[in-house]
């Protein structure tokens, strides 16, 4: 039992000889400012400029301005634009669809979709609101327009509506051609 302790003991002992032999090691000697002679302060300055190059060159490209305060955005791409402005903001996208679905036909659209969107890794919530009406959720609004690109490519897609604005899916384009033909 005693032995045991004795043990315990001399490898603390080491644990804690090591890592204060390593810290007196790691340590420079630092001389008193006020001792400083010409030579000392010199020696200082052409190692702080030394330091400040390196970081320099490490930094380079860290500096450039972002695409969104480079200029005025007079001419820009609408989608570019509104991404720009809601990146970080949670954005709602409905999607209606096609025809008079039941509330269990829109769901099955909607988990279809909302699949299809988290395969392609978009972090989306999907809720059915209405028979034909289905809520998609983004926490980064910036992504709103990449999802609207896939909802309205789809066949059971009448609209697709962010923020107020309407965009027509593929649906509305076959569902006009139909009432047209009858």
């Given at each position: ?6 043990i ?19 340590k ?27 970081d ?17 955005l ?8 509104f ?13 209606i669809?096609?025809g ?11 988990d ?5 969107l ?11 609101v209405d028979?034909?009406r289905i ?20 066949l059971?897609?009448?609209?697709v509506?962010?923020?107020n ?18």
């Amino acid at each position: 039992m005693h032995s045991d302790y004795l043990i315990v003991f001399f490898v603390l002992f080491c644990t804690l000889h090591t890592i204060h032999a390593d810290d007196r090691s790691n340590k420079k000697i630092k001389k008193d400012p006020l001792t400083y002679t010409g030579d000392d302060v010199e020696k200082l300055s052409q190692e702080w400029e030394k330091d400040d190059e390196d970081d320099d060159d490490e930094e380079e490209g860290k500096h450039q301005p972002s695409p969104a305060k480079q200029g005025p955005l007079v001419g820009a791409d609408p989608d570019k634009l509104f991404a720009t402005m809601k990146k970080g903001q949670t954005t709602m996208i409905f999607a209606i669809v096609t025809g008079k679905p039941t509330k269990r036909e829109t769901t099955q659209i909607a988990d279809i979709w909302w699949t299809a969107l988290r395969n392609a890794l978009f972090d989306v919530h999907r809720y059915v609101v209405d028979t034909d009406r289905i809520l998609f959720l983004v926490q980064d609004g910036s992504i709103a327009y990449d999802i609207k690109d896939y909802l309205i490519k789809q066949l059971r897609c009448l609209e697709v509506v962010i923020d107020n604005q309407s965009f027509q899916g593929r649906g509305s384009k076959i569902q006009n051609l139909l009432l047209k033909e009858l």
